[in-house]
């Protein structure tokens, strides 16, 4: 499994960016896929994830905030990301795994998209 994601950049305190991951399988379903997050001198952190059915889990930090989408046919994900903050800056991570689980990663991480939120 590959997994491309793309979309973030700078943007100001207020502003809204969308990530975007496409995976490329061997045959599989993919049965989750979600994002994570690392900002500098932190660990790696769950935003959001969501299954093939539809169930899906953000973050506490996240709600009200982001959403998460995704299409099962083109085996893509989006995080739309709105009211932006600096404590939103990071490198978000595309995650994806086999099995349903909403809270812990799945087997196959993407390169780590950057974002960056100006005050």
């Known amino acids: 499994v590959q997994l491309q994601a793309s979309g973030g950049g700078l943007v100001q305190t207020g502003g809204s960016l969308k990530l975007s991951c496409v995976a490329t399988?061997?045959?599989?379903?993919?049965?989750?896929m979600g994002w994570y997050r690392q900002a500098p001198g932190k660990e790696r952190a769950l935003v959001a994830a969501?299954?093939?059915?539809?169930?899906?889990h953000l973050a506490d930090f996240a709600k009200g905030r982001f959403d998460i989408s995704k299409d099962n046919a083109r085996n893509t994900v989006w995080l739309q990301m709105d009211n932006l903050n600096p404590e939103d800056t990071a490198v978000y991570f595309c995650?994806?795994?086999?099995?349903?689980?909403?809270?812990?990663?799945?087997?196959?991480w993407g390169q780590g998209t950057e974002v960056t939120v100006s005050s």
């Open positions: 969501i299954t093939s059915g539809g169930r899906w």
């Open positions: 399988t061997s045959g599989f379903a993919i049965n989750t």
């Open positions: 995650n994806a795994g086999y099995d349903y689980s909403l809270t812990e990663p799945g087997d196959f």
